[in-house]
């Protein structure tokens, strides 16, 4: 993985070559991350994972047409068929009327915010491997767990560069460390499964292993003998885990995409109630030690702290440049991308708190990998 001057450096290079080889305009990205993880079961160690990779991704414009590419072959040899074969398929592509970089004079200017989104606090196995055994240890000593399903710990580092011919050359580095662990309450047909996981962008700031392993037991616990309620109307208190899934499915009906597509079920309601009075959402991208908090999006546009919602009221649309072109807005600053493809609108931006700004908002990142060996998401290339 490239320091973050050398995949700067890497970026900017790549969209020179791209320029010179006939391209009116072009953006390229690197990615580079590399994780660590160990997983144990029934007090025995069962796996440990290493893994590292890049990948670096051009895109390039021959007036309205574009094409992009990517690969993960560095040489000098490879970079350059990859720019002739980028600028060959946009002169063959269709012309797209809203294709484009972000408007140079939006694009972010440095220094950029501190986010603090780097520890360098790197535990090797045997830590990883005894956090993962307190976890699991904590949840099998809930009365009531019979069985585990595992526990495991990682840690992971990743980082990305973005430059564009419009101006923009940007680079951040950022981590993560995450304890999980899952088990079994029960017995027979009446089993039931759960499980808890907490990670952070800094090892100081994850719950202990204990704390991690005891919410996992109580939630399994939780399940068993479950009532049958009788008919009527009841409030209802969601579960944080449900909560959050809630509020992803409100930040795609406000992507831009999902608006100019007029697919969204919100499509009319800009600036119209559509919670009770008194809900606010807020997106605080640059929230210290933000799991998703960013210094600037996939586009190399600035970021800022923005209400959705306030007082139950639709504020805003989430756009990147190509969807906001088609509204007639400005770009949002929402923009998310990977090595492959052009950017897309962040689907996945934001949290609810009923009268307050959000304490904890999970922001867009341009390159967010956490790795956790129980979870079926080991990272995201947005």
């Known amino acids: 993985m490239l320091s973050v001057e050398q995949a700067r450096d890497s970026a900017q290079s790549l969209v020179e070559q791209a320029r010179r080889a006939g391209a009116d305009a072009a953006d390229a990205v690197y990615i580079g991350s590399k994780s660590q993880g160990v997983q144990v079961r029934l007090g025995e160690l069962e796996h440990v994972d290493f893994s590292e990779g890049e990948d670096v991704g051009l895109r390039v414009f021959v007036g309205q047409q574009s094409a992009s590419v990517s690969t993960s072959d560095f040489s000098n040899e490879a970079l350059s068929a990859l720019v002739e074969r980028a600028v060959a398929m946009a002169r063959e592509a269709p012309e797209d009327p809203y294709a484009g970089l972000a408007p140079a004079q939006l694009i972010a200017r440095g220094p950029f915010p501190d986010i603090d989104a780097e520890d360098r606090s790197a535990p090797g196995p045997q830590e990883l491997r005894e956090s993962a055994l307190a976890a699991e240890r904590a949840a099998r000593a809930v009365e009531g767990v019979t069985n585990s399903s595992g526990g495991s710990a990682g840690r992971s580092a990743s980082t990305m560069a973005l430059a564009t011919s419009s101006g923009f050359s940007g680079a951040s580095r950022s981590t993560g460390h995450s304890i999980s662990v899952s088990v079994i309450a029960g017995e027979g047909p009446t089993m039931q499964r759960d499980g808890a996981w907490h990670g952070a962008r800094h090892l100081s700031d994850v719950d202990a292993p ?34 959050g899934s809630l509020v992803t499915h409100f930040a795609a009906s406000i992507s831009g995409g999902s608006i100019a597509r007029k697919a969204s079920f919100l499509l009319s309601k800009l600036g119209e109630r559509i919670f009770a009075d008194g809900v606010r959402i807020v997106d605080d991208p640059l929230r210290p030690r933000g799991l998703r908090s960013r210094a600037f999006d996939g586009e190399g546009l600035p970021v800022a702290r923005m209400d959705f919602v306030s007082d139950g009221i639709l504020r ?12 007639g807005i400005q770009p949002t600053g929402h923009a998310v991308r990977g090595a492959g493809g052009a950017p897309g609108p962040d689907r996945a931006t934001c949290s609810s708190r009923r009268g307050t700004a959000l304490g904890r908002s999970f922001s867009p990142a341009i390159r967010k990998r956490s790795w956790s060996p129980n979870s079926s998401d080991r990272g995201s290339t947005t």
């Open 210 to 243: 204990e704390i991690v392993g005891r919410l996992a037991g109580d939630r399994a616990i939780a399940k068993l003998n479950p009532g049958k309620p009788q008919p009527g109307r009841y409030p209802i208190l969601f579960d944080p885990r449900v909560a």
């Open 316 to 327: 805003t649309w989430t756009a990147e440049s190509a969807s906001a072109r088609q509204l």
